[in-house]
């Protein structure tokens, strides 16, 4: 029961209407995950980052900065490939509004 409910509540927030459609975003989210901290490194090595030579304090926040860019820029190509484009490209322009002013209040 539980599950349908929170089933119901991702559809009703995402704008969607079917289950299938829920599982395979919550499937490219996983997979883009995975896939940004996978690319991410390499990179850190091609920037001269290493895990063993570097501080762990340095090293992780900016692995973490690399992924992020990553993570954005693969969503939709990953969401592409699952049939979920449309989605994911209102889900990136929306993010990127939200970025674009990460302090502004809302005008009531």
Partial sequence: MAEKKFLE?????????????????????????SFAAWVAKPLTA???????????FIYWP??????????QLTLPIVGLVFGQFK???NFEKK????LGRPF????Q
Avoid: H
């Fill in 62 to 71: 900016l692995r973490i900065l690399l992924v992020f860019p990553i993570y």
């Fill in 87 to 89: 989605f994911f490209w």
């Fill in 104 to 107: 502004s209040r809302k005008k």
């Fill in 9 to 33: 509540r991702l559809k009703t927030k995402w704008g969607i209407t079917s289950n299938v459609q829920v599982i395979l975003i919550l499937i490219v989210f996983a997979i883009n995950g």
């Fill in 46 to 56: 091609l920037i001269g980052l290493d895990k063993e030579t570097t501080s762990a």
């Fill in 95 to 98: 993010m990127l509004r939200a």
